[in-house]
């Protein structure tokens, strides 16, 4: 199987290209590809004849967006009609990625695939107008919602952060540490996420999936965690989002239910409090 990685150096992509056989990789990075640029998406998936086409490439600035939209739909919405017209046209499997934002919240329990969106965020509105384009234009293709994604590569678009790191960079400069416990979510390890893809597209079960490490969490809730799985102090402190102030409003209660992986009997995603301790013997932060 032929497998193009888009994003290849990124937070997801390399874990990707952990897992996936390296015979199987076609990695491309953004000097090999922007997928705002049709013509040159269309070059390159018929260039190389993928068998399924991974695009990890967002614009994923929550806040930022809300200041200017234009690249989160260049990226996230139009861009990804290149890709699928593309992959349509060489008859390519197209896995595209989105997120837990695309619900409001109210529902207070698990959202599972057939839950209908609501969201209330320009982010989350240009990536559910992705999951849109993707599924109205192909029959071969997988969409996958995650939720609080972290991995050892960092997410490009925060400068090579994640949550995890940001807090304990915080903690060793002494910085109060003010996190919100109104926002619950599934947060997820890229390395967990990648392994179930590699599975997943090999199983030619097409459609809409959630896929997040198990259980359910605040921010503070995760934060409290990473200190206390390292046995160290921090002075952790709540608040709300309402005092946080950020721009972009986000969903209250965004847990994902794996309901799609359960159906075709592949959700052995482990709990988030055992992917975490992973992560952090993975950095070296834990022995």
């Known amino acids: 199987m032929k497998i193009m990685i888009i994003g290849a150096d990124g937070q997801l ?38 068998e399924v086409v991974i695009n990890t490439a967002a614009c994923n600035n929550v806040d930022g967006c809300e200041d200017d939209p234009g690249p989160a739909f260049a990226v996230n919405t139009a861009a990804v009609k290149n890709l699928a017209d593309a992959c349509r ?5 197209l896995v595209h990625f989105s997120t837990d934002y695309v619900f409001d919240g109210k529902k207070r329990s ?5 839950d209908p969106p609501n969201p209330r965020s320009v982010y989350a509105i240009s990536k559910l107008a ?3 384009i993707v ?18 590569a960092g997410c490009m678009g925060k400068n090579g952060a994640n949550f995890v790191e940001g807090m304990l960079k915080r903690a060793e400069k002494g910085e109060e540490l003010r996190v919100v416990t109104d926002e619950v979510l599934s947060p997820t390890y890229a390395l967990d996420l990648a392994k179930k893809i590699d599975q997943l597209v090999r199983t030619r079960h097409y459609g809409l999936y959630h896929i997040a490490n198990r259980g359910e969490c ?31 409003e986000r969903p209250g209660y965004s847990a994902l239910r794996n309901a799609g992986l359960e159906k075709i009997g592949l959700d052995d995603m482990r709990p988030w409090q055992e992917a975490l301790r992973a992560y952090l013997v993975e950095k070296e932060h834990l022995n």
Not at 110 to 114: G, K
Not at 135 to 152: C, E, H, M, P
Not at 235 to 244: D, G
């Open 135 to 152: 599924g109205s234009s192909l029959d071969k293709y997988f969409i996958i919602r995650t939720a609080g994604l972290y991995g050892a």
């Open 218 to 248: 605040s921010w503070y809730e995760f934060a409290r965690k990473i200190f206390e799985l390292l046995g160290r102090k921090a002075a952790v402190q709540k608040t709300t989002a309402a005092e946080f102030k950020a721009r972009a």
């Open 110 to 114: 698990p959202y599972v695939e057939t």
């Open 89 to 93: 046209a060489m008859e390519a499997c």
């Open 130 to 132: 992705g999951e849109l």
């Open 13 to 50: 992509g390399s874990e990707l290209c952990k897992v996936i056989p390296r015979e199987e990789q076609i990695k491309l990075i953004l000097q090999d590809l922007d997928i705002t640029d049709r013509q040159r998406v269309f070059e390159l998936i018929e260039k190389f004849d993928p």
